[in-house]
């Protein structure tokens, strides 16, 4: 049995070693960390361990961290701990779902207990998602990805056949329709969900720091490197690398990453030495990279190895009939999030969103929630574009319908009776529309269930 998993992160080194050494010697697998923001690429939805960490920290202080991790999952068990016995901070923590707060003068036998029954915690909540997820009640995949659109169940499906594979795998969709959401989700549900996901932004790479951010370095290797450096490849073993915006990376690091792809292995700046390299690699694109391969800006060779799992992210104008399901469970997030009561959110209100155009997708529609939990913002109108008259009068009424079923949890009697039609003419318009009665029912009480 394999041991239980920590993640102890502590700015004081010596405090550090010594508290992962004891932690060590009490059968826990350690991984020690000076700052938060090295945690939370290290703890998802499915990490199957306990964070344990300073409070006071330069940079993202524990609190900071305990709202972070719990936005990713909320019942990651985190415990908090000080150098002061402070009780104000203490009962602040526990509020903001610390699973528990010490003092940093502990011993360790007692915060091994306090970690062991974190870790028995954390482990029914992820027996009980397994088992929702057999008995065929909405999983973690539909939680993170909702819809009731072909697309959208395509995607679902698509994803869960790769998800247990090591294949790597490319993700193309526009800007701002989920494709990390979709890449976390990927790790999540694969044999390597309990190991590191990092995530590299290939847009954002220094130039000059490029080959020692991604492969390390040696003391020595070039002025300035005083002392040798996991880079994010060798930092990520055995869990799951996410190339964010690959079109984006130089030619010249794409022929290395190309030989990495296909061996597995990296070699340190400064060193001779190869490295082996246990890692899944996800990418993602904006654009097809087959475009870019024929302008120029794309190895072809790349382009093949990677293009062996696609998967496609649709943008909000492929699937209308989500938007508005999706929004209240952005709503619902939303308002958890600011620990504020969910607003009432009308029909109309719904329709207006689905009949809209989103540029920014699902990022654009997440915004649009914030501000409508905060009351900073009503939906704006849509003007409908150069459709024919008919044609937008039949999505408004589409997506009318669509709306007020979410609004209404799926009863339909309160639907007719709130349109002013009757049962039979509110069937005639679901048929003509293509709107399922049952899936929309099915996604609406599982919507209220989780709220």
Known sequence: MSASRVLLIDDDRQMRDSTAQA?????????????????????????????????????????????????????????????????????????????DFIEKLFVVQELAQVIRRAIGHRELVLDNRRLRAVAGKRDDVEARLPGRTPVMMDLRRYLRAIGESD???????PTGAGKEVVARTLHDISARGARPFIAINCAALPETLIESELFGHEAGAFPGALRPRYGKFEHAR???????????????????LLRVLQERVITRLGSNDPVALDVRFIATSKVELGQLVAQGGFRADLFWRLNVAV?????????????????LQLVREAAARHKLPEREAPPGFLSALAAQDWPGNVRELRNLAER????????????????????RVAAFE????????????????????????????LYEKMQKYGLDRRLILDGAEEGRREA
């Open 23 to 99: 932690l060590e010697l009490a059968s826990f697998a350690v991984e020690p960390l000076a700052s938060g923001q090295e945690a939370l690429g290290l703890a998802g939805p499915g990490f199957a361990g306990a964070v344990v960490s300073d409070i006071r920290m330069p940079g993202m202080d524990g609190m900071t961290l305990l709202a972070r991790l719990h936005e990713v999952d909320p019942e990651i068990p985190v415990i908090l701990f000080t150098g002061h016995a402070e009780v104000q901070l203490a009962v602040e923590a526990i509020r903001k779902g610390a699973y």
């Open 167 to 173: 294949a790597d795998t490319l993700i193309i969709g």
């Open 238 to 256: 055995g869990g799951t690398i996410l190339l964010d915006e690959i079109g984006s990376m130089p030619l010249e690091l794409q022929a290395k």
């Open 311 to 327: 998967l496609h992210v649709p943008p909000l104008s492929a699937r209308r009939e989500d938007i508005p399901l999706l929004f």
């Open 372 to 391: 409508f939990v905060l009351g900073l913002e009503a939906p704006r109108s849509s003007d409908g574009g150069g459709e024919r008259l008919a044609d």
């Open 398 to 425: 589409r997506s009318l319908i669509a709306g007020a079923i979410a609004e209404h949890g799926g009863r339909l009697r309160p639907v007719y009776e709130a349109l002013g039609i009757s049962r039979k003419t």
